[in-house]
């Protein structure tokens, strides 16, 4: 089977570049400073969300089921921890204030993405949990760790932006 190229417009780029670089310096984050790098990134997530429907990290194999990816739907759950502890996520998109002020290089980082295996057994190990102590459940953004207490998660996140499906259960 042939693999189909799937085309994607500079403007388009731009275009989408622009909007995370804004979102991303609103809520206290940052692209990576070298914008032909992060702009080809930017191009992978449009590919990726032309083949898949959704934004796949550029530097992770997806499924293509949304559902066993949501952990590395941009911006993932492990981009927080990432820019702690290395200062970039894994694949570079975001880095810390010390790259910005060129204290530090982005370098590779190990993948913290728990293997297929592990994420299927923490789901199983979920199910049947019952919450106590609340009388509404707590919902936790799976992206920068936000909690809210309401019936049903919030549509966007308000600190990171992600969307509804990011949220997960927390009590």
């Not at 590919?47 to 997806?62: Q, V």
């Not at 927080?80 to 010390?98: F, I, M, Q, R």
């Not at 199910?127 to 909690?147: A, D, E, H, Q």
């Amino acid at each position: 089977m042939m693999s189909q190229e799937i085309e994607v417009t500079q403007e388009a780029v731009d275009k989408l570049y622009e909007r995370l670089n804004k979102e991303a310096e609103a809520a206290g984050y940052h692209l990576n400073p070298d914008v032909e790098f992060t702009k080809e990134l930017v191009r992978s997530l449009l590919i990726n969300e032309r083949r898949y429907g959704y934004w796949s990290c550029p530097c992770r194999l997806s499924t293509g089921v949304k559902e066993e990816d949501l952990d590395i739907i941009c911006p993932c759950d492990y981009r927080d921890a990432d820019l702690l502890e290395y200062d970039a996520c894994y694949c570079a998109l975001y880095v810390s204030d010390k790259v910005i002020k060129g204290e530090k290089e982005p370098k590779p980082i190990p993948e913290r993405r728990p293997t297929r295996e592990q994420r299927n057994q923490f789901k199983e190990k979920q199910k049947g949990k019952v919450p106590t102590g609340t009388s509404k459940p707590v919902w936790r953004c799976r992206v920068c760790g936000y909690l809210c207490a309401r019936d049903e998660p919030p549509e966007v996140c308000p600190i990171c932006k992600a969307k509804k499906d990011r949220f997960e259960r927390f009590i």
